[in-house]
């Protein structure tokens, strides 16, 4: 029986068939699961944009949904390439996101600042599971030697990242605006030094929702 040196050599050597195989199932069931999260998204964006307070937020969403749309035909391209049927496997961790921003539109007031803020957070917890979704795809592509579905995906990582990053900024630039109202309403409060956690060149998903 072969070491367990000699079975990781093999595995990064792509000499290793059993584990390929077993990789090529886990890449597809992902991609499934990933292809199930990006279509309900969509129609939770559309929720999330119509329930928006502002229009910077609101434009935010649709764009994002906009984007998901190409991103979901990347990924019937790839089930093309691959030779696979196109099919989803249901996710409970995108419902369960998708409900978190619903309970948000439930328990804010509607026009306010806060609201806004909600969905934004629950927004970018989304975006969060989908990075992660796509970066695990991208390195099984790259260890499958999947080159052409590594090219797609790579796209939609970047652009899930871009995503988050404006989120983010978004988010900040909320946090500014209410704490300028408190330190109109309570002048010398703490909040007017407020500044944001991130300049807009960081990786701001190595941080948290609302750049704090």
Known sequence: MASLTDRIAS???GED?????????LFISELKEVYYAEKHSINALNNQADAGTTNEVRTAFLQHRDESQVQIERLEEIFRII??????????????LINDAKRVIANTE????????????????IEHF???????LLTLANVLDFGQSAELLALTLAEEKEA?????????????????????????SH????????????????GGTLGI
Do not use: C, M, W
């Open 130 to 136: 989908e990075i992660a979704s796509y970066g695990s």
């Open 164 to 188: 988050d990053r404006k989120l983010t900024i978004l988010a900040e630039s909320f946090v500014n605006k209410r704490s300028k109202v408190e330190e109109d309403e309570h002048p010398g």
């Open 191 to 206: 909040h007017a030094s407020r500044h944001p956690a991130h300049s807009p060149d960081a990786d701001v998903t190595l």
């Open 83 to 96: 030779g696979v049927k196109t099919e989803e496997i249901k996710s409970d961790a995108i419902d369960g």
């Open 110 to 125: 509607a026009g306010s600042l806060t609201r806004d803020a909600g969905l934004i957070i629950a927004v970018q917890k």
């Open 17 to 25: 068939s059993t584990t390929d195989e077993g990789l090529r199932d």
């Open 11 to 13: 595995f990064f050597g």
